[in-house]
C-alpha cells in the first residue's frame, strides 16, 4: 500500500509535532518515574535443592514426584473417579506454621499465628450444582467430570464433608484498605482445605468462599450470595483464559440459605441465597499476610513466612542467600508492574486494590466488585460506591506502586539499612517497568511488530483518540484486528461498529495514515498475518457487566444455562462463535446494561 504523496507527508510530519507535545502530557506520569530500573535478577540463578523436597503429608499413599511424572503418560481417562479416593494435605502449612488451637468460629484477635483451625458451617440444603469448570476438574484436579455429578460432591465441595486429609483453616491476614492500616482482617468467608498435588507435579490450595463464620468474619455472616459467587466463577476462569494470570474456579454450588444483603448500600436488605464456589491458587498468600506480622512485631513469623513462599514459590531464589528477601522484592516489583499491565490489556479494572487483596505470586485474587470497562474511559471505577475513584481503571498501576510500598514496610524489619535503600530504588523503577510492558502489549494489540521511533506517538494517539471518541474499549481493538488493509484504506467500517465509533475523531484520518504506513513497512507479514496475530491478543468477548447480570438473574431462579453458556463462550475469547453472536456479545450493549449498578456487597 502506497500512500506516499509529498503534501500528505509533509502534513503527517507537522501534525507529529503537535503529537508529540501531546506525548509528552501522555507519558508525564512515567517521565516522573524514569529511573534506571535495577534488577537484583543476578544475584541468584541457582535453585534450591532442599526446598524442593519437602514430603508431602500424604507421601505414604501417594505416588512420589518421580511416579507423577511417570503416571503422567498414562491414558488420560484414567481419571479419579471416586471422590473418596481424592486426597489433599495440610501438613506442609500446619508444619511450617503455628496454628492457632483455640476452638470454633468466634471473631477474636489472633496473635502468633498464620492459621486458625476453622470448620466450614454446612448451607442449607438442597445444594445444586450451579456450574463447574471441565478445564479445573479434570486439568488441575485429575478428577473424572463425572464425579461432579455425585452427591458427595455437592458435600465435598461446599463445605459440609471434608475431602480425605483436610485440616480446614482460616488465614490471619491485615492489610491496608482504601490506603489505611485496617489492623487484622484474615479469611472472613473462605476455608483453606488443604493442597492436591497433581500428576503433572504441580501443587494446588484449595479453598471454598463462602462457607461459614470464622475467626476472622468481623461483622460478616461468613457468606456469599449467588451473584457475587457467580461472578468471581465466570471471571477468574474468563481472565484464565484471557491469558491473565488468576486464581481458579472449580466450582459453584447454589443453596437455600437465606443471606441478608443490603446490595446497594442504601438501606434496601433483600434476602438472597448463599453460594460456595471452590477455587483454587497456587497460593493465597497476600500482601496482607506478611504486613500483619511485621505490624504486631512478630518478626521470628514473618521471616518463616517469607522463607516459606520464596521455598515454595520462587525456585531461583535461594534459600541460603543474604540478599533473598530483597530479590524477593524485586522479583514482586516486576511481576506488579506485569499483572497490573495485563489487566490494562484487555481493559479490567480489579475494584478493590486492597494490599489484602494482592497476591505475593501476583495473580488476580477476590473478585468483588470487578469491571470490564466498555466505552474508554480511564476513570471507569467499577465499584459505584467508590465515588474518589480510587481504584478506577486508571488508577490500577498507582496503586500497585502504593501497595508495594506497603510490602516494602513489611519486608523492611528483615531488610538490612543498605538493603533498604536498594529497595527504594528497586521500587523506583516501576514506572518504567510497567510503561515498558504497556507499550509492548498495545503494540501487538495493533498488531506492530518490531520498534520504530513513532509507535509511541501512534499508541498514544490511538489512546487520546479513544478518550475523545468513548468507543468500546474491546471491540474497537477486535475490530481493528478483523479489518483488512483494505477496508482500513477505503474506511469500510460496514458492522465495525466500534471503529465506526472512533473514526469519528477528527485525527483519525491522519492516524489510520501513519498506521497504514507502519503496517505496509512490515514487508514479509502479509495483511492475514497481521489479523491473525491481533487476533490473539485481542479477544472478542469479556465478561461484560450486563452479560453476567444477565446470567445471575436466571441463576437466582435455579436456570444456570446461562451461566454454562458464558463459561463455556469464555473459555475461548479469542474464537468468534455463533452462540455469542447470537446474544449479541459482541455487539453493542443493549440499551438496559446502560443502566446497570455494579451489585456491590457481596
Ligand atoms: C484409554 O482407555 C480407554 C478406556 O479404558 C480405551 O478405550 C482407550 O483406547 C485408551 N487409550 C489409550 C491411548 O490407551
Ligand atoms: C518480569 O516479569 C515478567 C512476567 O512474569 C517476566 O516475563 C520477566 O522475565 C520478569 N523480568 C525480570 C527482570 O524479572
Ligand atoms: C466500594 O467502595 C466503597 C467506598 O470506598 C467501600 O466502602 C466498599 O467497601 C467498596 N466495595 C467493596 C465490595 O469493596
Ligand atoms: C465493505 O466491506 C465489506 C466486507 O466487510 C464488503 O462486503 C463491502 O462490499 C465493502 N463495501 C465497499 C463499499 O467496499
Ligand atoms: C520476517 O522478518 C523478521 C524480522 O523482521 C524475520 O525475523 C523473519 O525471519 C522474516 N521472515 C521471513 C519469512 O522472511
Ligand atoms: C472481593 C474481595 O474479597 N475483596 C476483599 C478485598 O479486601 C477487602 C478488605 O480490604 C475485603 O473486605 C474484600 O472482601
Request: glycine share 6%.
Amino acid at each position: 500500500m502506497k500512500i506516499h504523496s509529498s503534501i500528505r507527508a509533509n502534513r503527517l510530519r507537522s501534525t507529529l509535532v503537535m503529537w508529540i507535545i501531546y506525548i509528552d502530557l501522555v507519558f508525564a506520569l512515567s517521565a516522573a518515574w524514569s529511573f534506571t530500573p535495577v534488577y537484583a535478577e543476578d544475584f541468584c540463578q541457582s535453585t534450591d535443592s532442599h526446598c524442593r523436597s519437602h514430603d508431602d503429608a500424604a507421601s505414604n499413599s501417594r505416588p512420589s514426584s518421580h511416579m507423577v511424572k511417570s503416571r503422567w503418560n498414562m491414558n488420560v481417562s484414567n481419571l479419579i473417579q471416586d471422590l473418596d479416593q481424592f486426597r489433599v494435605s495440610c501438613k506442609k502449612l500446619t508444619e511450617a506454621f503455628p496454628i492457632d488451637q483455640v476452638d470454633g468460629n468466634f471473631v477474636r484477635t489472633v496473635k502468633n499465628c498464620v492459621f486458625s483451625k476453622s470448620f466450614p458451617t454446612p448451607l442449607r440444603g438442597p445444594l445444586r450444582l450451579a456450574a463447574v469448570s471441565k478445564d479445573v476438574i479434570e486439568g488441575i484436579l485429575d478428577l473424572d467430570l463425572t464425579v461432579t455429578q455425585s452427591e458427595d460432591f455437592l458435600h465435598y465441595a461446599s463445605g459440609s464433608r471434608m475431602l480425605l486429609g483436610s485440616v480446614p483453616l482460616a488465614h490471619r491476614y491485615g492489610g491496608h484498605q482504601f490506603g489505611y492500616w485496617a489492623g487484622q482482617l484474615g479469611d472472613g468467608r473462605a476455608h483453606f482445605l488443604g493442597q492436591y498435588s497433581n500428576r503433572k507435579g504441580e501443587i494446588w490450595d484449595l479453598q471454598l468462599k463462602g462457607s461459614g463464620k470464622t475467626p476472622y468474619s468481623r461483622s460478616g455472616d461468613g457468606r456469599a450470595v449467588i451473584r457475587s459467587s457467580v461472578r468471581e466463577f465466570l471471571c477468574s476462569e474468563a481472565m484464565h483464559f484471557l491469558g491473565v494470570p488468576t486464581s481458579r474456579a472449580a466450582s459453584l454450588i447454589v443453596s437455600e440459605e437465606p443471606v441478608l444483603r443490603d446490595q446497594f448500600y442504601n438501606g434496601n436488605v433483600k434476602k438472597e441465597r448463599g453460594a460456595v464456589v471452590l477455587r483454587l491458587a497456587k497460593s493465597w498468600f497476600r500482601i496482607g499476610s506478611l504486613e500483619i506480622l511485621a505490624q504486631s512485631g512478630e518478626i521470628d513469623l514473618l521471616r518463616k513466612l517469607l522463607d516459606f513462599v520464596t521455598n515454595e514459590h520462587f525456585p531461583s531464589i535461594h534459600s541460603g542467600d543474604s540478599e533473598k528477601y530483597l530479590v524477593f522484592f524485586s522479583t514482586l516489583v516486576n511481576e506488579t508492574a506485569h499483572l497490573i499491565a495485563q489487566w490494562m490489556s484487555v481493559g479490567f479494572a480489579h475494584g478493590v486494590c486492597n494490599t489484602d487483596n494482592f497476591s505475593l505470586l501476583s495473580i488476580t485474587i477476590d473478585y468483588g466488585p470487578f469491571g470490564f470497562m466498555e466505552s474508554y474511559n480511564p476513570n471507569f471505577i467499577p465499584n459505584t460506591s467508590d465515588d474518589e475513584g480510587r481504584y478506577s481503571i486508571g488508577a490500577q498501576a498507582n496503586v500497585g506502586l502504593f501497595n508495594l510500598e506497603k510490602l516494602l514496610g513489611a519486608l523492611s524489619p528483615v531488610l538490612t539499612q543498605k538493603q533498604q535503600k536498594e529497595a527504594k530504588t528497586i521500587l523506583k523503577g516501576y514506572g518504567t517497568v510497567y510503561q515498558t510492558r504497556i507499550h509492548q502489549i498495545f503494540k501487538a494489540k495493533l498488531g506492530l511488530l518490531g520498534e520504530e521511533e513513532g509507535d509511541s506517538s501512534l499508541i498514544a494517539i490511538f489512546f487520546k483518540m479513544m478518550e475523545d471518541t468513548q468507543p468500546d474499549f474491546t471491540m474497537t481493538f477486535r475490530q481493528l484486528s478483523e479489518v483488512s488493509d483494505l477496508q482500513l484504506h477505503n474506511r469500510n467500517f460496514t458492522e465495525m461498529w466500534a471503529l465506526d465509533d472512533l473514526s469519528l475523531h477528527s485525527h483519525f484520518s491522519d492516524w489510520l495514515n501513519m498506521y497504514l504506513l507502519r503496517l505496509s513497512r512490515q514487508k514479509n507479514y502479509t495483511d492475514l498475518d497481521r489479523q491473525a496475530r491481533m487476533k490473539q491478543v485481542n479477544p472478542r468477548y469479556v465478561l461484560r457487566n450486563w452479560m453476567a447480570e444477565s446470567a445471575i438473574r436466571k441463576a437466582e431462579m435455579n436456570d444456570f444455562t446461562e451461566v454454562e453458556m458464558l463459561h463455556r463462550i469464555l473459555s475461548f475469547p479469542f474464537v468468534t462463535q455463533e452462540t455469542a453472536e447470537e446474544a449479541g456479545y459482541a455487539a453493542r450493549p443493549p440499551l438496559w446494561a446502560q443502566r446497570l449498578k455494579v451489585s456491590c456487597s457481596s
